[in-house]
């Protein structure tokens, strides 16, 4: 079991950047596939960036080039790096965190408070 507090948001220019982290606690970080999502206002949440436990990643055509997710599983956290944020950026993030296991995905984790990210002007 792993519970997952975000941290890191706020307030930033366009084109600036940001850094968000994800502080796990649990025994089995490291098996997790972990990743971030975010939902702007009046969207529905979405898929980021995904890390697997072995390292790939992968990203939504929206942020590719922009955003770099990243893991230490050493210190039981997750990473995404965000440069050049544009306004459509603007969201709370979330990180969740699923296993594979016989040809399906768990279950996602309960949702926390996610961290606010604003982009504007």
């Known amino acids: 079991q792993v519970q997952l507090v975000e941290s890191g948001g706020g307030l930033v220019q366009p084109g600036g950047s940001l850094r968000l982290s994800c502080a796990a606690s649990g025994s089995t970080f490291s098996r997790y596939t972990m990743g971030w999502y975010r939902q702007g206002p009046g969207n529905q949440r979405e898929l980021v960036a995904a890390?697997?436990?072995?390292?790939?990643?992968n990203y939504a055509d929206s942020v590719k080039g922009r955003f770099t997710i990243s893991r230490d599983n050493a210190k039981n956290t997750l990473y995404l790096q965000m440069n050049s944020l544009q306004p459509e950026d603007t969201a709370v993030y979330y990180c969740?965190?699923?296993?594979?296991?016989?040809?399906?995905?768990?279950?996602?984790?309960?949702w926390g408070q996610g961290t606010q990210v604003t982009v504007s002007s």
């Open positions: 969740n965190a699923r296993l594979y296991y016989s040809s399906t995905w768990s279950p996602l984790l309960a």
């Open positions: 890390i697997g436990s072995g390292g790939s990643t």
